[in-house]
T-cell receptor, first 110, second 110 residues
Framework: DAKTTQPTSMDCAEGRAANLPCNHSTISGNEYVYWYRQIHSQGPQYIIH???NNETNEMASLIITEDRKSSTLILPHATLRDTAVYYCIVVTDSWGKLQFGAGTQVVVTP | DTAVSQTPKYLVTQMGNDKSIKCEQNLGHDTMYWYKQDSKKFLKIMFSYNNKELIINETVPNRFSPKSPDKAHLNLHINSLELGDSAVYFCASSRDRSYTFGSGTRLTVV
């Protein structure tokens, strides 16, 4: 599976949009980009995933560049409850093994 | 209804003991996983079962033995517990790249 690179941490003001970048320059054509988050000591929570097209759901938007080498997760209106570690993961095989990296620690401040 | 449930939530035990952690999912998913999150907060996959068959074993010591009596259950038995086994263990299930995690079992070996 392709490796991902994310910033270690970032801060965001409450009510503002949070843009979380992820590089996956070695991604191949059949690999999906997934985003999960883990709020302190809880189980990872699914946010969104995509292959080529941009995606949006009730939690976030996922913007994937045309060459698919990077993506951005957008939390449109960050709240204090969005404070968490956010993981960008590239998944290949049919069994869907999720390999977690270090993720980005996002802190939303009042 | 809890989608992926693990028991117990907390487990404190002495070195050398044998213990089991149970996991059940009511989502109708075909694949189940065990992940370990150590003190450094890295989430690592340990095992994966698809329809009761082992498909992933990530070089986990053979003191760890997963058992899947049916596709809704994946239990983890650990023999001769060591201090280094202290961690949070997460169960997860998936179907068609939709993953759901349990809330974790915090194992402390003293």
């Amino acid at each position: 599976d392709a490796k991902t690179t994310q910033p270690t941490s970032m801060d965001c003001a409450e009510g503002r949009a949070a843009n979380l970048p992820c590089n996956h320059s070695t991604i191949s054509g059949n690999e999906y980009v997934y985003w999960y988050r883990q709020i302190h000591s809880q189980g990872p929570q699914y946010i969104i995933h995509g292959l080529k097209n941009n995606e949006t759901n009730e939690m976030a938007s996922l913007i994937i560049t045309e060459d698919r080498k990077s993506s951005t997760l957008i939390l449109p209106h960050a709240t204090l409850r969005d404070t968490a570690v956010y993981y960008c993961i590239v998944v290949t095989d049919s069994w869907g093994k999720l390999q977690f990296g270090a993720g980005t620690q996002v802190v939303v401040t009042p | 209804d809890t989608a992926v449930s693990q028991t117990p939530k907390y487990l404190v035990t002495q070195m050398g003991n044998d213990k089991s952690i149970k996991c059940e999912q009511n989502l109708g998913h075909d694949t189940m996983y065990w992940y370990k999150q150590d003190s450094k907060k890295f989430l690592k996959i340990m095992f994966s079962y698809n329809n009761k068959e082992l498909i992933i074993n990530e070089t986990v010591p053979n003191r760890f033995s997963p058992k899947s009596p049916d596709k809704a259950h994946l239990n983890l038995h650990i023999n001769s517990l060591e201090l280094g086994d202290s961690a949070v263990y997460f169960c997860a299930s998936s179907r068609d790249r939709s993953y759901t995690f349990g809330s974790g079992t915090r194992l402390t070996v003293v």
